[in-house]
């Protein structure tokens, strides 16, 4: 069994040719002077064609593409052939294109946590609300001392007055 691709691939031989002129052949069409002549023609014109391409050409025709109900031409059979292809084309570059993304989407698939973890993060996200709630100033020193080496504490030096600064926490004032 062909895969799709194959199918599509496989160039149009003489006999696929000589097959869809064949089924168009209930169309009504002009008389050929010489029918060898103008298989050849057919040929010249669906050479590199593949032959899916050319069946869904035959097709597409025969549900009036073309916009007439008259045998195509070699030039108009091989446009038809040419929009075929190229709507195939589209098709495979969409479904390539979807299964790139669901190969992405599948590399960012939501994860699931345990209840550990989420007790963890909800413990975590509160301590963190807690830290900035306003403290008053006792809070405050005594969070500073617990944090810090009581011995270090004692090593800085107390701030200094009048060296042109203002009231702790007021406003300098102005001459």
Request: aromatic content about 4%.
């Amino acid at each position: 069994m062909r895969s799709n691709t194959e199918t599509i691939e496989r160039a149009a031989t003489r006999q696929d040719v000589a097959g869809a002129l064949v089924t168009l052949s209930c169309l009504p069409k002009r008389q050929s002077v010489d029918a060898v002549v103008e298989f050849e023609a057919y040929c010249v014109a669906l050479e590199g064609i593949a032959s899916a391409t050319l069946a869904g050409a035959v097709k597409a025709i025969l549900r009036n593409a073309l916009g007439h109900a008259f045998f195509p031409s070699p030039p108009e059979l091989r446009g038809q052939c040419d929009r075929i292809r190229s709507a195939q084309l589209d098709e495979m570059a969409n479904k390539q294109r979807k299964r790139r993304m669901a190969e992405e989407q599948a590399q960012f698939a939501p994860v699931v946590h345990t209840k550990e973890q989420m007790a963890r993060v909800a413990r975590a996200h509160k301590a963190f609300l807690d830290s900035l709630r306003p403290m008053n100033e006792a809070d405050e020193i005594e969070a500073i001392r617990a944090k810090y080496d009581p011995k270090d504490l004692e090593r800085i030096p107390d701030r200094p007055t009048g060296a042109g600064m203002g009231p702790p926490g007021g406003e300098v004032a102005h001459e």
